[in-house]
């Protein structure tokens, strides 16, 4: 494997010279100007730079070192800047930080700590690099168009898998906006079906004078306005799959004739007089509670039955630790794209309200906010009003360099694990790292390495 970039940005050449030696692991590139450096990070895109504020034309101040940085970030966001400070200079430290650079360190330099800063950021960078690759090919899980990193949602993507391949009835339990229709596709997609038509009807937002026609069809005169023979939503899904989403809405004489389908696999259209045999598989989806609906005489026994051969009961994204920020870092990332946006991230208050709100909308709540706070925002960064979400209060006790990344480094090894399912020679692999090393992470967290994987 090539070695990484470290691009070194500073005037002293015996300073210089040391950090190169400090570095042998890295291919390192020094320069003494901010036009070398652009140069240098247009030609190379290194994955870390470590930038001297005290640059000349400006070596006693630090508008030059701040201009350096704005320029590397503008040309490469995800570029890991570690600026050099005098001893005691915070204010430019932290202006520094608030700018983009991932983190700063005093002069005179202590090697050991700036090694150990170095090393992670590079292995940051290597994350995001791999995360990033992830979602585009597939997502970072089993199944596509779902972004998830909880143990929960793995599980369920792992049981559409196993089901894809059977012929069973399927309902799947869920709040609006968890990714029902994303399943059910998945199922289809999977299996011996995929081929064939994947026909999806919303049994709540058609009319129940209209439902009937929808589902089943009509012959030609069949009523005032049939004036041409037209296949309903189960004949178009012959050999396929039928989605039937809100269940828990269908009408109670629907339920009738959905039911006779499911047990004869056949149809009439309405105004005919000859059955229809119609092979289809059958997945429905709701977000009510149907065994109240039983009780109250709203849903059929027998139907809700013939419908949940399996039941997958779907977690609300408030119960996926985690993924509301990895979901937000994808929709971030393809909002910057769709809307010819560089934005780079989120401050600590938008993170902190995005893992602090419930999001009762679930993803398709988070997708919307996502939008429109990559829309509205004004800086590099998506702030928490710009997805209309309160800032929750004490976040500044976030803010402490070394306590994040290490929160981050935490996070990142819980995510590796969930997506290997546990399996700590994958994990290793995915973060790039020797087992003994993950050993040793995993220990530093309080992490267990003996964990199994769940049984489904």
């Not at 240098?40 to 994955?47: F, L, V």
């Not at 930080?97 to 700590?113: N, Q, R, V």
């Not at 989403?245 to 309405?270: A, N, S, T």
Request: aromatic share 6%; net charge negative; hydrophobic share 45%.
């Amino acid at each position: 494997m090539s070695k990484p970039r470290l691009l070194i940005v500073e005037d002293d050449e015996g300073l210089s010279s040391q950090y190169r030696w400090a570095f042998p692991a890295c291919d390192v590139q020094a320069v003494a100007t901010r036009a070398q450096a652009i140069a240098a990070a247009q030609k190379d895109r290194p994955a870390a730079a470590i930038v001297d504020l005290g640059l000349p034309p400006d070596p006693d101040g630090v508008s030059e070192g701040f201009a350096t940085l704005d320029a590397l970030i503008g040309l490469i966001p995800d570029l890991k800047v570690i600026v050099a400070t005098s001893h005691g200079d915070r204010m430019h430290a932290l202006r520094a930080i608030s700018a983009g650079a991932y983190d700063f360190c005093e002069k005179p330099t202590d090697i050991a700590l700036l090694r150990t800063i170095v090393e992670r950021a590079l292995r940051l960078h290597e994350l995001e690099d791999e995360n990033r690759r992830l979602a585009e090919v597939q997502g970072p899980s089993p199944i596509k168009r779902i972004i998830t990193a909880s143990d929960a949602m793995l599980k369920v993507c792992r049981t559409v898998e196993r089901l894809a391949g059977t012929n069973v009835t399927v309902l799947l339990l869920g709040e609006s906006g968890t990714g029902k229709e994303a399943l059910a596709r998945a199922l289809h997609d999977l299996g011996p079906r995929a081929k064939q038509p994947f026909v999806a009807i919303n049994c709540g937002a058609i009319p129940e004078n209209l439902l009937e026609s929808e589902l089943f069809g009509y012959e030609r005169g069949a009523f005032t306005g049939a004036v041409k023979q037209t296949i309903g939503k189960i004949e178009a899904a012959n050999k396929g799959t039928l989605f039937l989403d809100e269940i828990g809405d269908l009408p109670h004489q629907l339920q009738v004739k959905l039911l006779r389908f499911l047990q004869e696999q056949v149809i009439e259209r309405i105004g005919g007089r000859s059955t229809i045999p119609v092979d289809v598989r059958v997945v429905s989806a709701t977000n009510a509670m149907l065994e109240e609906q039983i009780t109250d005489g709203r849903f059929r026994n027998d139907l809700y039955y013939r419908l949940n051969s399996v039941t997958v009961r779907i977690p609300p994204l408030r119960e996926r630790p985690g993924d509301p920020m990895l979901l937000a870092r994808f929709f971030l990332s393809r909002f910057n794209r769709e809307f010819n946006r560089n934005l780079r991230g989120f401050t600590e208050e938008a993170i902190g309200a995005i893992s602090a709100h419930t999001w009762p909308g679930n993803v398709r709540e988070l997708e919307n906010r996502m939008k429109r706070g990559v829309v509205m925002a004004d800086g590099k960064l998506v702030d928490a009003a710009d997805l209309e979400l309160e800032a929750v209060a004490g976040a500044e006790e976030d803010l402490y360099l070394r306590a994040a990344r290490l929160r981050a480094e935490r996070e990142v090894l819980q995510k590796a694990l969930a997506r290997t399912n546990n399996t700590l020679a994958a994990a290793a692999k995915l973060l790039g790292v020797s087992r003994p090393t993950l050993y040793t992470l995993l220990e530093a967290h309080g992490i267990s390495a003996g964990a199994e994987p769940q049984a489904e």
